[in-house]
């Protein structure tokens, strides 16, 4: 029993890993079930088993990709960080995620293209992200009761600002290069920008309040 059980498992993490990397190059629209089985070790009826077709797999995609996010941000030791070097850390890990995982950008910009239609019917994603909002609020607050943050800077504010830096440099790297003949992949780059991320954030959190 045990044995099957984590047969199951292994066959439907490959159904996730491979139809990852299939919605991600061919978007919703594109990607072809057919095509999702020939590149694993199982069959097409297994995806309508595990997943009942291929819009259940893709939202079961759409999950395991946020969930990847919201447990790598867990590393972040806030109890025992000063806010300062928790926020710095928080962005360089979100922008080493990004990094280390385009498919989530490109299956995110796919969702968007459809308005959100099947993010919506993840049951129990918002309740999944809300510690990535958590997060956030408990080093804005020791900031702000240690004196070294402002108080007119919210978690989304804050979310959005390093959100948006890390998906546009993995997201755009190819036109913004071509358009500035800049490789924003080389680990040169990415180095400086991931610093300078981490110099953004800090600086915009400890700049005045207006």
């Known amino acids: 029993m045990a044995e099957a059980r984590r047969d199951a498992e292994r066959t439907r993490a490959e159904l996730l890993a491979v139809a990852t990397e299939v919605f991600a190059e061919e978007g919703y629209s594109g990607a072809r079930v057919d095509d999702i089985a020939a590149r694993t070790r199982t069959t ?8 009942g077709g291929k819009e259940g797999l893709y939202r079961a995609v759409l999950e395991e990709a946020y969930r990847g996010i919201r447990e790598a941000e867990r590393a972040i030791d806030v109890d025992h960080a000063d806010p300062v070097d928790a926020i710095r850390a928080l962005a360089e890990l979100t922008f080493d995620h990004h ?8 299956l995110v910009a796919i969702e968007n293209i459809h308005r959100g239609e099947f993010i919506r019917q993840i049951e129990g994603l918002r309740t999944l ?10 080093i804005l607050e020791r900031g702000r009761e240690a004196g070294v943050f402002r108080s007119d800077v919210d978690a989304i504010d804050v979310h959005l600002v ?8 993995v997201a755009n790297q190819y036109t913004f290069g071509h358009l500035f003949d800049v490789d924003l992949a080389s680990p040169e780059r990415r180095a400086h920008l991931r610093s300078a991320l981490g110099d953004v954030v800090v600086g915009w959190l400890t700049a005045p309040s207006r």
């Open 44 to 51: 097409k009826r297994m995806i309508y088993y595990y997943f």
């Open 99 to 106: 990094v280390g995982h385009e498919a989530f950008i490109r």
């Open 129 to 138: 992200s809300q510690p990535a909002k958590g997060l956030l609020d408990e």
């Open 162 to 169: 390093i959100s948006s830096y890390c998906v546009f440099q």
